[in-house]
T-cell receptor, first 116, second 113 residues
């Protein structure tokens, strides 16, 4: 969806390198998410943010960090990349649901990261 | 620990067939159940969603069936077409507190012409 963009789309790096994946959205949503997708494991939540000052760990946050630079920007960093972090990474955004909770998430096109 | 269990992992049907994908959950706090469709090279996109106050929801050829007592929900694709070939993910989450969805592991659907 063009409303959620991710850069880069593909990245190959070496073990031990620091990597940053960036996400921008024009949907005006407060909530942003980073997921990792591996074959057979579906989508696993890494971190999520409900606003600029609210950042929360997801299911698999170890080895990752995030920064919410603005309402529209949410970056994911791998401080020291390792081969088992090779995966497809998705950013998503959502509005707040009608009861304050879950609502539709809109995904970016993904970043394919390979760690050699 | 998988919060949402999805089956089958892959499915092949003939054009016009009715593929069925099943999901199960344990957390009774979950009360929002979306299905996402993902084509190769793209991010997942919302297909259809259901809340537990109804047992069935239809949108075009896509139907969700929901069984609250069994904590199960299913996606049915009527008159399936080759263009429906994609990976389908179910998800579940609470509407009241926070916004963390839990996704199933995905089903790769192939519709043969």
């Amino acid at each position: 969806d063009a409303d959620v963009t991710q850069t880069p789309r593909n990245r190959i790096t070496k073990t031990g390198k620091r990597i940053m994946l960036e996400c921008s959205q024009t949907k005006g949503h407060d909530r942003m998410y980073w997921y990792r997708q591996d074959p057979g494991l579906g989508l696993q939540l890494i971190y999520y943010s409900f606003d600029v000052k609210d950042i929360n760990k997801g299911e698999i946050s170890d080895g990752y960090s995030v920064s919410r630079q603005a309402q529209a920007k949410f970056s994911l960093s791998l401080e020291s990349a390792i081969p088992n972090q090779t995966a497809l990474y998705f950013c998503a955004t959502s509005d707040k649901g009608d009861r304050g909770g879950a609502d539709t998430q809109y995904f970016g096109p993904g970043t394919r990261l390979t760690v050699l | 620990q998988q919060q949402v269990k999805q089956s089958p992992q892959s499915l092949i049907v003939q054009k016009g067939g009715i593929p069925i994908i099943n999901c199960a959950y344990e957390n009774t706090a979950f009360d929002y159940f979306p299905w996402y469709q993902q084509f190769p090279g793209k991010g997942p996109a919302l297909l259809i969603a259901i809340r537990p106050d109804v047992s069935e929801k239809k949108e075009g050829r896509f139907t969700i069936s929901f069984n609250k007592s069994a904590k199960q929900f299913s996606l049915h694709i009527m008159d399936s077409q080759p263009g429906d070939s994609a990976t389908y993910f179910c998800a579940a989450g609470p509407r009241d507190t926070g916004n963390q969805f839990y996704f199933g592991t995905g089903t790769s659907l192939t519709v043969i012409p």
